[in-house]
């Protein structure tokens, strides 16, 4: 699949494809990362070996009906540096830690959840509501969360409103 194409629809800008598999309702993007590391980012020697990998499976943006899962065989790396004990697998820059879906995936629903329930929108894209509330209560987490007070030592109250009129 073409590279831009990638990129463009799915964000996937490090990445190539290596297999596209149809089945059923839903398309499987096979996806590696284009070049492998070679500098350990922990002692900056090139040192890097490959130690094994796994694949992980991520819900990507939908194609109309259809259900679209990025499919990535994620390469893990260990530096052969003696004073270095770095062992770690690459990094995925589409979506955060465990997370079973891609950031786009995560702002399409946070769009849709403004005018559908989570059950509406669950149906809609085939994927659990458990899925569909993560993303919901991530998304609030995110922008209500409070702003750190460590190191505050006294808080003013101002004068201030619940209500307007209040
Ligand atoms: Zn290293």
Redo the contacts with the bound molecule.
Sequence with gaps: MNSSFLYHAWGLYNHKCTREEYKGNTIILHVESKERQKV?P??G?S?LVKNGFRVRDFIGLPIGGKKLIIRMKVQRYK?K?KE?D?DRQEAIPFATGSRSYTHRFAKYVVGLLKGMTLKDTANLLGVSWDTIKEIHANHLEHRYSLPSLDGVESIAIDEFAVRKGN
């Design positions: 350990c922990q002692c020697h040192h530096c540096n270095c770095y």
